[in-house]
């Protein structure tokens, strides 16, 4: 599709000369959630809630500025020093990518949210929701730095799982909450997400205490193991408690759901006021 601003000039290739298909510096949209982002950042400002995971293979901010965004900002928990952040400064360095705010040390469930962000026309929250120990709070206060647009997603359990260790069935309004997650349900998704993504339920939501990725820490929830799991009615229906109108859905393998979202406008028309 036809972009709409941003420019070629010394964006996107690699050291060897070579265009990433993916990642920091592409040259065209790969997926849906690039052309949602190609159809409204042109003179937008865009925030990328921690894209610089999975070594920034799914970050934004270079793409939307390639669209045209204006005041584009990653954002992350981790401190600025951090091995995920510097492979993001580094790599936009040698792509040509400027201008990129980094917003280290950034806590979705903090209070002071909107205060040390500010708000942003587009917020990119992918990969996020299922991290959250307290997600319907987590939305609530992520609300606050959307000015316009949202596109948010989660790791979602399908209706029905059936293999080789049983059979499974999660009703439309699921939340599956993963430290209790045991027994057969346990054994069958186990089985799914690892024959399917070679996802290990055992590492990212391990069962009892001292395993590699622990849910609490210290007397604190921790934001790396996953905690939830939705069908993806239960997260459209979670979303639209934000007062946002959902424009359009892509759900990849029954696994990731991505919803695109704008603001009602009056209940934008009321915050501006």
Request: aromatic residues 10%; hydrophobic residues 40%; proline residues 5%.
């Amino acid at each position: 599709m036809p972009l709409a601003g941003g420019s070629a000039g010394g964006h996107g290739l690699t050291s060897d000369g070579v265009i990433p298909s993916f990642g920091i510096g592409r040259q065209a949209p790969q997926d849906r959630i690039d052309d949602w982002i190609a159809g409204v950042a042109p003179g937008r400002s865009l925030l990328d809630l921690g894209g610089i995971r999975e070594r920034s293979g799914n970050e934004r901010c270079s793409w939307a500025q390639r669209c045209g965004a204006v005041d584009v900002a990653m954002a992350d928990n981790l401190s600025l020093d951090h091995e995920l952040w510097a492979y993001f400064r580094n790599t936009t360095r040698e792509r040509g990518v400027k201008g990129i705010d980094f917003r280290p040390e950034i806590d979705v469930d903090s209070p002071g949210l909107a205060q040390k962000l500010g708000q942003f026309d587009i917020v990119c929250a992918t990969a996020l929701l299922y991290h959250a120990p307290n997600p319907v709070h987590t939305l609530l206060n992520l609300r606050h730095v959307v000015g316009e647009y949202l596109i948010a997603s989660t790791v979602v359990v399908p209706d029905v799982v059936e293999n080789s260790e049983g059979r499974v069935a999660f009703p439309a309004a699921s939340a599956l909450f993963l430290p209790s997650l045991r027994g057969q349900e346990r054994a069958v998704l186990r089985r799914h997400y690892l024959d399917r993504f070679q996802l290990d339920l055992d590492i990212h939501a391990p069962v009892g205490s001292g395993n590699m990725m622990p849910y609490v820490t210290s007397g604190e929830a921790s934001p790396w193991p996953y905690w939830w799991f939705f069908t993806k009615s239960a997260f459209e229906r979670a979303l639209e408690l934000l007062e946002m109108r959902i424009l359009d859905r892509h759900t990849w393998q029954e696994h990731a759901h991505f919803v695109f979202l704008r603001r009602n406008q009056d209940v934008a028309l009321q915050n501006v006021a």
